[in-house]
């Protein structure tokens, strides 16, 4: 088995997340972790064991023995150092979204493209047994098609000020719906073919945000499929300090509800209260992502998530703050 070397740029909470799941990989080594704070990059080393730490990330990749470097780092830095990275002979798990524009998402692409490097971007929803099962479930039938697939949720505004900055880190339609936008293509075996949405801007001016152009923070979209499945999202980001609103997530079908619970069991009702409940799948879903893009490199096969679907649930999500701008069906 060939051993890789492993970069994870980004000490942050992701970089963490990162570093911890390519523990889990038989034959990776940690060799270099970056951040442009030394305290937290000290940290992040001293915690995981890495044998390098760097302040620069174009230094941490050109450490000796790294063949896999892990993007972690806030949204709007994506395509510099993915492309750095891939230039350099390295492959690449780049943290979702792609890219705040369909630009550098294509610069990304082509990146990959001309220089033959691995570019997986981390969906790492799609690595649960859970949805794995609902996916199959669907296909299956069990509800019955078409499905409506919901999701309700609302949070109090982020303490990474970067995150709901348009300029930085697009907001929850960018950074969080993009899972569903593509876990929805997933589990319908369907491309989305149209979007409507209404939203609004809770935190824009909160003295809590200062300096922050605050994206749509506060949306209801809705994405309709080929297959006529439809994917609904209702949440907010821009909630006071200390609130929140948590709800349900639910696929609808005209023979049943199945219910996700966690990340890990599914309740499914059908007709009369027939009920059956699928639980204790496992819930390692970045050390599953590590170790399926680690085959991924190793077998010279492209990776579970690649740049075209980061590519495309970017297009969606652009295609929601369109339609929340101009009150018109979007087509992505």
Request: with cysteine; net charge negative.
């Given at each position: 088995?060939?051993?890789?070397?492993?970069?994870?740029?980004?000490?942050?909470?992701?970089?963490?997340?990162?570093?911890?799941?390519?523990?889990?990989?038989?034959?990776?080594?940690?060799?270099?972790?970056?951040?442009?704070?030394?305290?937290?990059?000290?940290?992040?080393?001293?915690?995981?064991?890495?044998?390098?730490?760097?302040?620069?990330?174009?230094?941490?990749?050109?450490?000796?023995?790294?063949?896999?470097?892990?993007?972690?780092?806030?949204?709007?830095?994506?395509?510099?150092?993915?492309?750095?990275?891939?230039?350099?002979?390295?492959?690449?798990?780049?943290?979702?979204?792609?890219?705040?524009?369909?630009?550098?998402?294509?610069?990304?692409?082509?990146?990959?493209?001309?220089?033959?490097?691995?570019?997986?971007?981390?969906?790492?929803?799609?690595?649960?047994?859970?949805?794995?099962?609902?996916?199959?479930?669907?296909?299956?039938?069990?509800?019955?098609?078409?499905?409506?697939?919901?999701?309700?949720?609302?949070?109090?505004?982020?303490?990474?000020?970067?995150?709901?900055?348009?300029?930085?880190?697009?907001?929850?339609?960018?950074?969080?719906?993009?899972?569903?936008?593509?876990?929805?293509?997933?589990?319908?075996?369907?491309?989305?073919?149209?979007?409507?949405?209404?939203?609004?801007?809770?935190?824009?001016?909160?003295?809590?945000?200062?300096?922050?152009?605050?994206?749509?923070?506060?949306?209801?979209?809705?994405?309709?499929?080929?297959?006529?499945?439809?994917?609904?999202?209702s949440l907010s980001w821009g909630l006071p300090r200390g609130t929140s609103a948590p709800g349900p997530e639910q696929v609808l079908g005209p023979k049943g509800v199945i219910t996700l619970e966690g990340f890990g069991g599914l309740k499914m009702v059908?007709?009369?209260?027939?009920?059956?409940?699928?639980?204790?799948?496992?819930?390692?879903?970045?050390?599953?992502?590590?170790?399926?893009?680690?085959?991924?490199?190793?077998?010279?096969?492209?990776?579970?998530?690649?740049?075209?679907?980061?590519?495309?649930?970017?297009?969606?999500?652009?295609?929601?703050?369109?339609?929340?701008?101009?009150?018109?069906?979007?087509?992505?």
């Amino acid at each position: 088995m060939k051993e890789l070397g492993i970069c994870v740029i980004g000490a942050g909470d992701m970089g963490n997340a990162h570093l911890t799941a390519w523990k889990t990989v038989e034959g990776a080594r940690l060799v270099a972790v970056c951040d442009e704070d030394e305290a937290r990059a000290k940290k992040a080393q001293e915690t995981h064991d890495v044998e390098q730490r760097f302040t620069e990330f174009h230094h941490a990749i050109a450490a000796e023995g790294v063949d896999v470097v892990s993007v972690c780092l806030p949204t709007w830095h994506h395509r510099a150092a993915s492309t750095v990275a891939m230039h350099a002979g390295k492959h690449v798990l780049c943290e979702k979204p792609i890219a705040l524009s369909v630009a550098d998402a294509e610069a990304m692409l082509s990146c990959r493209n001309e220089t033959g490097r691995k570019l997986g971007i981390a969906f790492c929803k799609r690595h649960l047994p859970q949805l794995a099962k609902l996916r199959e479930l669907i296909q299956d039938g069990a509800i019955g098609r078409p499905v409506l697939y919901r999701m309700m949720t609302g949070i109090e505004m982020r303490y990474k000020l970067w995150i709901m900055d348009a300029r930085m880190g697009g907001g929850p339609i960018v950074d969080l719906c993009c899972h569903y936008f593509d876990q929805w293509r997933w589990i319908f075996g369907a491309e989305p073919d149209r979007v409507m949405a209404m939203g609004m801007t809770f935190a824009q001016g909160a003295a809590e945000l200062p300096g922050v152009e605050v994206q749509t923070d506060t949306a209801t979209l809705m994405v309709e499929h080929s297959t006529g499945d439809v994917g609904v999202i209702s949440l907010s980001w821009g909630l006071p300090r200390g609130t929140s609103a948590p709800g349900p997530e639910q696929v609808l079908g005209p023979k049943g509800v199945i219910t996700l619970e966690g990340f890990g069991g599914l309740k499914m009702v059908r007709k009369d209260g027939e009920e059956e409940v699928f639980e204790g799948f496992a819930t390692d879903l970045y050390g599953a992502q590590a170790r399926a893009f680690a085959a991924a490199v190793r077998e010279n096969r492209a990776p579970a998530t690649g740049a075209e679907d980061g590519l495309i649930a970017l297009n969606v999500s652009l295609a929601v703050l369109e339609s929340v701008a101009t009150g018109q069906v979007v087509v992505p």
